[in-house]
């Protein structure tokens, strides 16, 4: 079983993953037994097209994608004597060796035929993973020496790849002609209260989060800790590692949290920062408005 997420300087697409799992569950509902050959780039430890013996095999699938190039051109050469089926891919040209080497090609796509479905629309559904946002700041010159802010990031992040989640990058900075930023906050709000989860090391990342209700994994970029720290304190939310203590395990132990009881505390926390219990400096601003000025 290969694509282009076989070749070593090819790419794994979502779409194309899906593409062979469908084609993975056809085949284990008859019990055909097959190898899957990956690029080395993607998924290190498994079989790759180096490590293949083509005389083991009869037949050569692949899966998904556009049939043109060299390296599928490459297969045809590698695999002789095998039976060589292309099935849920795009024809360009029919007459492209990399076509005409197949000796059947179940298109999804090819000039002068009906476009059949693609295989991702019914491969198998998996059970979703959390939706994180990660909201984390590269600056805050201001703490001199007191910074962590690039070890702490790198911390995270290499720990966040290897956790199964889908991750969304974020940012609080608002720009009314980037595409890619929100240009209000309502447009943020939104996003982040339809996440399972934030991580970051941002003072708003964590309050902005709280306010709409989702769990925050919070990190103290700076050493000793600064306003991430008393913004925790002050909203009453536990889930904080100080910038010292990022370590898997802290890491792991305040992502169960969050993930679990953690999201009705989230809850609770947003319900409290919406009343009018809670008083914030614009409540003191009146008073201090109203303090006549001294002399």
Known sequence: MTGWFTFRDGEATAGDVLALDRVRAVLDREGLPYDVVWSPGFRARALHLDEVRPEDYTHLVFVCGPLHGRQVEELHRRFPHCARIAVGTSVIDPASPAVTGFHQVLARDAPGAAPALDLAA??????????????????????????????????????????????????????????????????????????????????????????????????????????????????????????????????????????????????????????????????????????????
């Open 122 to 295: 019914r491969a198998p559904a998996a059970p979703a993973p959390p939706v994180v946002g990660v909201v984390l700041t590269h600056g805050q010159h201001e703490y001199g020496g007191q910074r962590r802010h690039a070890e702490v990031a790198e911390r995270v992040t290499s720990w966040l790849a290897g956790r199964d989640c889908a991750r969304l990058e974020l940012e609080t900075r608002l720009d009314a002609h980037d595409w890619r930023l929100c240009g209000t906050a309502a447009q943020l709000e939104a996003v982040l209260s339809r996440l399972d989860l934030v991580v970051t090391d941002r003072l708003h990342g964590l309050v902005l989060a709280l306010r709409a209700g989702t769990p925050a994994l919070a990190v103290d970029p700076v050493a000793g800790g600064a306003k991430v720290s008393a913004q925790a304190r002050a909203c009453g939310w536990p889930a904080l590692l100080p910038a010292d203590e990022v370590d898997e395990a802290g890491l792991a132990r305040w992502w169960d949290w969050c993930l679990g009881e953690g999201r009705e505390r989230a809850r609770r926390t947003a319900a409290r920062l919406r009343g009018d219990a809670v008083e914030d400096g614009a409540d003191l601003l009146l008073d201090a408005l109203r303090t006549p000025v001294p002399g």
